[in-house]
């Protein structure tokens, strides 16, 4: 049983499940393995390091894809970023890039060296896409940054407020969840642009990375107090706190969570705590319930689920969470709807 060391509030103990404990005699299940030469290698090693300067630095476009019969079809595409400023969307397929096959790490990073040592590509290229049966180009410069900043600034970049009538609606997709204190206090200062927003979408589909109490304060009220979890061995289920959250920046009015199958690591804890507050509604996919931990090395991140770990005294791992209101959108779905979006916005004019 992992000991929790400190008073804490109602909410949390409920929603997050600040009690992890260890569940006996669970049988591990194998976890997988990641290599460098996909994206997500790049993204947990990033979000892995122990310092700044040991983050894998890349040259990069902003998207997340899954393989594809003709080439890698996008699944996310980074606000801000080269794919989505050059109009590249969620469900095209990337063929070529330059004439050649595209590859999402070594069509931007020639591998010369033998190691993971990139140097910057600051020249145009030309991606050729296909989008509803038509190819398309589109000519763009990659980015050269680790991932983990990357997200972090999509994050900032997503964010907007639009009306809808005599409504506003408030939306930013959380890429990346940070511990760091001073990514959480540039984050509540960034969110003081949705005070006057009647309602609020938070976007945590294909969303990673580690959850702060600091987050759930900008969304519930509660009173300040220290969290500490002595011998917990689940990184995902430490929420400390960073520094003490400003109660005048709490949101509190209705708020619907997107999820879906990438929403992962404390992302997840984050729908799963939101979900239990009465004016949240979660929406989308089931999310893999993957709150495990790293190992990283040169030559793979391998994954070692979290299949001890119970939330709210339940297993966790490989179970996830289920939105309130189940609406498919897959990958290979194409066209501007966003399907999840659009029930997103209906429930919030439903409810503000």
Same mark, same amino acid.
């Given at each position: ?6 008073? /804490?509030?109602?909410?949390?103990l409920f929603?997050?499940?600040?009690? &992890? #404990? $260890?569940?006996a005699? +669970?049988?591990?299940?194998s976890?997988? !393995? ?9 993204l =947990? $090693? ?6 700044v300067?040991?983050r ?7 998207v997340? &894809?899954?393989?594809? !019969?003709?080439?890698y ?10 794919? %989505? ?7 095209d ?7 050649e096959p595209? %590859?999402?790490v /070594? ?5 010369d060296?033998?190691?993971l ?6 020249s145009?290229?030309r991606? !050729?896409?296909? *989008?509803?049966? +038509? ?10 940054e680790n991932? /983990?900043?990357?997200?972090? @600034? ?5 964010m907007?407020v639009?009306p809808?009538?005599?409504? @506003?609606?408030? /939306?930013? *997709?959380?890429w ?16 003081? *642009? ?8 938070i976007d945590?589909?294909? #969303?990673?990375g580690?959850?702060s ?13 220290s ?5 917990? #061995?689940?990184? %995902? ?9 400003s109660a ?6 209705? =708020? ?14 984050? +729908?799963?705590?939101l #979900? ?8 989308g996919?089931n999310?893999p319930? !993957?709150?495990?931990?790293?190992s ?5 991140? *391998? ?7 119970l ?17 498919a959108?897959?990958?290979? $779905? ?5 399907? $999840?979006?659009?029930a997103a ?8």
């Amino acid at each position: 049983m992992i000991a929790v060391t400190r008073p /804490y509030s109602h909410w949390v103990l409920f929603a997050l499940g600040a009690l &992890v #404990s $260890q569940l006996a005699g +669970a049988q591990a299940s194998s976890g997988y !393995e990641l290599s460098p030469d996909t994206l997500d290698y790049y993204l =947990i $090693q990033a979000f892995q390091a122990p310092s700044v300067k040991e983050r894998i630095v890349l040259n990069h476009i902003g998207v997340t &894809v899954q393989k594809a !019969e003709d080439g890698y079809r996008v699944t996310a595409a980074l606000e801000g970023y080269p794919a %989505h400023q050059g109009g590249i969307e969620r469900g095209d397929t990337i063929v070529r890039v330059n004439g050649e096959p595209y %590859h999402p790490v /070594y069509s931007f990073n020639a591998d010369d060296t033998g190691g993971l040592d990139f140097t910057p590509k600051p020249s145009e290229y030309r991606l !050729e896409y296909e *989008r509803l049966g +038509a190819l398309a180009t589109v000519d763009t410069v990659p980015v050269f940054e680790n991932l /983990y900043d990357s997200y972090r @600034t999509a994050t900032l970049n997503s964010m907007q407020v639009f009306p809808l009538g005599n409504k @506003t609606i408030g /939306y930013i *997709r959380f890429w990346g969840l940070s511990r760091a204190t001073s990514d959480l206090f540039s984050l509540e200062l960034a969110m003081s *642009r949705f005070t006057n927003s009647d309602g609020l979408i938070i976007d945590l589909r294909n #969303s990673y990375g580690y959850l702060s109490s600091n987050h759930l304060d900008m969304f519930i009220r509660s009173s300040r107090v220290s969290f500490t979890a002595s011998n917990d #061995s689940n990184s %995902h289920a430490a929420i400390e706190s960073g520094f003490a959250s400003s109660a005048n920046r709490v949101f509190t009015k209705p =708020i619907v969570v997107l999820i879906n199958a990438q929403t992962r690591g404390g992302a997840e804890l984050f +729908a799963q705590a939101l #979900s239990k507050i009465g004016r949240v509604t979660t929406l989308g996919e089931n999310s893999p319930g !993957e709150i495990g931990s790293f190992s990283v090395n040169e030559n793979t991140v *391998r994954y070692l689920p979290a299949d001890q770990t119970l939330i709210n005294g339940q297993p966790f791992e490989e179970v996830g969470v289920a939105p309130k209101q189940m609406i498919a959108f897959p990958y290979a $779905q194409e066209g501007r709807s966003d399907p $999840q979006f659009e029930a997103a916005v209906d429930v919030l004019l439903g409810r503000i």
